[in-house]
Structures are given as structure tokens and as C-alpha cells.
């Protein structure tokens, strides 16, 4: 008679950075299925967001640390949808620096996290190394590390002038050559390829079928990327979204490797855009209508809806962030798999539970 075994993975769990909760059944040492339990870190953000729509801006940046000046660029185009305004050029430039340098922020910092499950602690603190080149360069545009507050309804606070301009190309030249050695470790290393190849499976088919977003789609051959819209200034650039086919541990991590040296190369392309003008448009009046706004945010796509009546409180504002549709894919992944490769599998998603329980 077969028998198999139930057992919990988190919420507490040395692999998991936020409380998720998976329930495994195991047929010996593997996984024959998973469910996953979310709802521990509710914190009732999309309440607060309808209280003051200026304060909003703001409050946006802490549904999640990690993609913040996504969240507020998503808020504000929002907004300034419902108003019909334009944005300047030059801001809309200045956010899509920013939003690039912060893809590289997040996908170090998950990069980091999954060579850390794996075992490999050399190989986490060389990307929290470079991830700091970038965290400091930020600091320097914007006055904050993680919540950047530089996106307003209208624009950008902070203009980029001249010696900043230098300094962004000294750092985007000094981190080329960093995150080019860290791609060859991650493709190259036997141990690391060893533990994700072939690991946590995602066809393409179940990609559709569990609407997962971001690096998680594109890494299953799902060529899907919000910057081909053209948001901010991404028609202006030279966008070519990563895709991989393989739809394992190993092409999620590599997406995520590749679109940091394409996030480079879009740095780079937008500082001779930059040209003489305003960073900010006045709007004035309080916002009355619906709107709807996406970004690619680091993980994937990030939609806003707000309703607006005519007032300083806002009527709705809804979120529906990247994680929300990524990690309940973790389902489909597990089964088949060892109770080894579990904190593997799930770290590859990127999972972020502020985001998803927000």
C-alpha cells in the first residue's frame, strides 16, 4: 500500500524572506503535490490608498520595497490619465532611469537569494557587491536608497543634471564588466547548474494557463513584456525583452541575469535623450473619472485602477501586482520534485509577499 506524507513548509522558513506557507504531500522524498496558504501579511493597503489621492504618491512605495518607484510610477500615469496631462519628456526619460536602475536592485537581490538556497554564500555576497554600486547611485539621484518619493502626479521631483549625467555613465561603465563575470559564474557553474537545470518545470502551456507575469513568463518562452508599450520612455529605446524556453529554476535565474545587463544598455540609451526642458507639469484641481495604468515592474506586470470623484479622497483604487499572479504558480512547479529542491524552486519565482498580500 502506497502511503504519502503531509508536511508544512513555512511560514517560518530559513529560505523564505516574507511568510508564505506551502503544504507538501510527499510520496518518499518527493513532492506528489502542493498548496500553497497566502494571508499572513495582510496590512490593508489598498484601503489607505483612498484617503488622500497627493498623499497616495507616496503610500504606494510601501506596498513593496523592492519595486517602489514602479509602484508610484504606476500610480501617478494613473492619475495623470484621469487629469489627461502629458508629462514632460524629460521626466518621463528621468523615470525610466530610475525604474531601470531599480530592476537591477531587485533582480540582484533575488539573484542573490537564490544562489544563497543553493549553498553558494560566495556567490550572494558578490551580488549584493554590485547590487550596492547601484543602491548608492540612486541614493545620489533621488536622496533615498528604497523608497525613491521622486515620482509626483505630473512628473519627477528631482531633476538630473550634468555631473549627475557623468556619474550615472562612470557607474553603468564600472558595472558592466561586474555583472558580466556574475552571468558567467551563474551559466557556468557546475554546482549551480546542477541544482537548477531541469528544476521546478513551468511549460509554457501552464505559463498561460496560471497567467504568471515578468521573468517567470518570459523564461517559459511567454515573450511578454509591458515596456513594448511604451510607457514613460521606453518608445524611445531600444527594447528587446529576454525570453528563454526551457521554463526552469536555470532560465528564470538567467532571464533575470540578462535583463540586468539589458537594463544597462537602457540606461545608457536614454542619457543623450535627455534634453533642456521641465521635470514637472503643475496639476491643479482635484481628479475626477477611472483610469488604468501598467509598468513592467521587476517582476512582472504591475496594474493600477483608480476612481476618482472629484475630491481629495479617492473612491477605489485597486492593485494588481506581479506576485499575485506568480506565486500561486509554485503549484504547478513542486509536483515531481525533491523536498530538496522546494526552497529552489520557490526562491526562483521571486516571491514577494508584501506584494501579494499587500
Not at 479622497?313 to 501586482?321: A, F, S
Amino acid at each position: 500500500m502506497s502511503r504519502t506524507t503531509i508536511i508544512p513548509i513555512g511560514p517560518q522558513h530559513p529560505a523564505f524572506l516574507e511568510p508564505l506557507n506551502v503544504s507538501l504531500e510527499l510520496k518518499e522524498e518527493r513532492v506528489v503535490g502542493a498548496t500553497l496558504n497566502l494571508g499572513y501579511n495582510h496590512r490593508g493597503m489598498e484601503h489607505a490608498l483612498s484617503l488622500d489621492y497627493k498623499k497616495s504618491q507616496y503610500l504606494v512605495e510601501r506596498v513593496c520595497g523592492i519595486c517602489s518607484n514602479h509602484h508610484s510610477a504606476a500610480y501617478c500615469q494613473t492619475v495623470e490619465a484621469i487629469y489627461g496631462v502629458e508629462v514632460p519628456e524629460r521626466a518621463r526619460i528621468i523615470r525610466t532611469i530610475t525604474m531601470e536602475c531599480q530592476r537591477i536592485t531587485s533582480h540582484l537581490l533575488a539573484l542573490g537569494h537564490i544562489a544563497e538556497v543553493v549553498g553558494y554564500e560566495n556567490l550572494f555576497m558578490q551580488c549584493f557587491r554590485e547590487r550596492e554600486l547601484v543602491m548608492r547611485l540612486v541614493n545620489e539621484i533621488t536622496g533615498n536608497r528604497v523608497h525613491y518619493s521622486t515620482n509626483v502626479i505630473g512628473g519627477v521631483k528631482r531633476d538630473i543634471d550634468a555631473a549627475m549625467e557623468r556619474r550615472i555613465e562612470d557607474v553603468m561603465s564600472d558595472l558592466r564588466p561586474r555583472l558580466e563575470e556574475l552571468h558567467a559564474i551563474f551559466s557556468r557553474d557546475s554546482t549551480f547548474v546542477k541544482r537548477t537545470k531541469g528544476i521546478g518545470k513551468l511549460t509554457r502551456e501552464q505559463a498561460i494557463d496560471w497567467c504568471v507575469v515578468g521573468p517567470v513568463a518570459r523564461a517559459s518562452g511567454v515573450a511578454q513584456d509591458v515596456r513594448e508599450d511604451g510607457f514613460a520612455a521606453y518608445d524611445r529605446v531600444r527594447l528587446r525583452p529576454v525570453v528563454r524556453e526551457e521554463g526552469d529554476c536555470y532560465a528564470r535565474t538567467m532571464v533575470r541575469m540578462d535583463e540586468c545587463l539589458r537594463s544597462v544598455d537602457l540606461i545608457e540609451e536614454c542619457l543623450p535623450l535627455l534634453k533642456e526642458g521641465s521635470v514637472v507639469l503643475s496639476v491643479k484641481g482635484h481628479p475626477s473619472g477611472e483610469g488604468i495604468s501598467r509598468v513592467e515592474a521587476p517582476r512582472g506586470e504591475l496594474m493600477y485602477y483608480v476612481k476618482a470623484i472629484g475630491k481629495l479622497q479617492l473612491d477605489r483604487v485597486k492593485i494588481r501586482t506581479p506576485a499575485f499572479v506568480n506565486v500561486p504558480a509554485v503549484q504547478a512547479m513542486l509536483p515531481g520534485a525533491r523536498l530538496a529542491d522546494v526552497p529552489v524552486i520557490t526562491v526562483s519565482l521571486d516571491p514577494c509577499i508584501c506584494c501579494t498580500d499587500r
